[in-house]
């Protein structure tokens, strides 16, 4: 992708353009940004030729066109990138900002994963079990807890809590845990709500 796209786009792609244009990519997922629609286009049009030179081509149901400006914020306009969902929205003051959440099919692929995770080790001694779990839980967070995408990270984090109290307390026929017990477990193994990180970034799309 390196030769295919990267160096394309920047020797033989963007010194043609009128307008500002980008591209962002993590290994074949990429994002292509541009100022003017036509050129745009353009590029859209380009890109299966210029793929498939090198025996490779796009995902039909993953490739698009959208109009996705700061001037024209809403929830309606907004594209999926690497688990996250981009979006225009106001900030408190108003003024437009980019803003991300974790995808919808990506959250319900976590809270379904978590869910199987908790239901298959609930066996497991809890020194074994708990240590195994804040480990994923900060895998999680390192990854989605970003500005902005508290609700999606506080719904997962629920979710998790609910799913560990279910399938603990029915590890054996005599409850396991009672709320202010199974609070006081998550305490000794330092099981903490995800918070969001306070890391930002700057983003100047047209």
Same mark, same amino acid.
């Given at each position: 992708?390196? +030769?295919?796209? !990267?160096?394309?786009?920047?020797?033989? =792609?963007?010194?043609?353009?009128?307008?500002?244009?980008?591209?962002?990519? *993590?290994?074949?997922?990429?994002?292509?940004?541009?100022?003017?629609?036509?050129?745009?286009?353009?590029? +859209?049009?380009?890109?299966?030729?210029?793929?498939?030179?090198? !025996?490779?081509?796009?995902?039909?149901?993953?490739?698009?066109?959208?109009?996705?400006?700061?001037? @024209?914020? &809403?929830?309606?306009?907004? /594209?999926?990138?690497?688990? /996250?969902? /981009? /979006?225009?929205?106001? !900030? #408190?003051?108003?003024?437009?900002?980019?803003?991300?959440?974790?995808?919808?099919?990506? @959250?319900?692929?976590?809270?379904?994963?978590? *869910?199987?995770?908790?239901?298959?080790?609930? &066996?497991?001694?809890?020194?074994?079990?708990?240590?195994?779990?804040?480990?994923?839980?900060?895998?999680?967070?390192? +990854?989605?807890?970003?500005?902005?995408?508290? #609700?999606? =990270?506080?719904?997962? *984090?629920?979710?998790?809590? @609910?799913?560990?109290?279910?399938?603990?307390?029915?590890?054996?026929?005599?409850?396991?845990?009672?709320?202010?017990?199974?609070?006081?477990?998550?305490?000794?193994?330092?099981?903490?709500?995800?918070? =969001?990180?306070?890391?930002?970034?700057?983003?100047?799309?047209?």
């Amino acid at each position: 992708m390196h +030769y295919a796209l !990267d160096l394309w786009f920047e020797k033989r =792609v963007k010194p043609t353009l009128k307008g500002k244009a980008m591209l962002i990519r *993590y290994a074949d997922d990429f994002v292509v940004a541009f100022q003017y629609r036509d050129e745009a286009r353009a590029f +859209y049009q380009r890109l299966p030729e210029r793929l498939r030179e090198f !025996d490779l081509e796009v995902a039909p149901e993953k490739t698009h066109i959208k109009r996705f400006s700061r001037f @024209h914020p &809403s929830r309606t306009r907004k /594209f999926q990138f690497l688990g /996250f969902e /981009f /979006f225009w929205g106001a !900030d #408190r003051n108003g003024e437009p900002r980019l803003k991300r959440q974790t995808a919808a099919k990506k @959250h319900k692929a976590l809270m379904t994963d978590i *869910y199987c995770w908790i239901k298959n080790n609930r &066996s497991k001694r809890l020194n074994i079990l708990m240590p195994m779990l804040r480990r994923k839980l900060i895998g999680v967070k390192n +990854y989605f807890a970003l500005p902005g995408n508290g #609700r999606s =990270v506080s719904s997962l *984090y629920n979710h998790v809590l @609910h799913c560990l109290y279910k399938w603990l307390n029915r590890r054996s026929q005599k409850r396991s845990f009672s709320w202010n017990g199974f609070k006081d477990m998550l305490r000794y193994f330092q099981i903490q709500p995800m918070r =969001v990180s306070k890391r930002y970034i700057t983003v100047d799309w047209y």
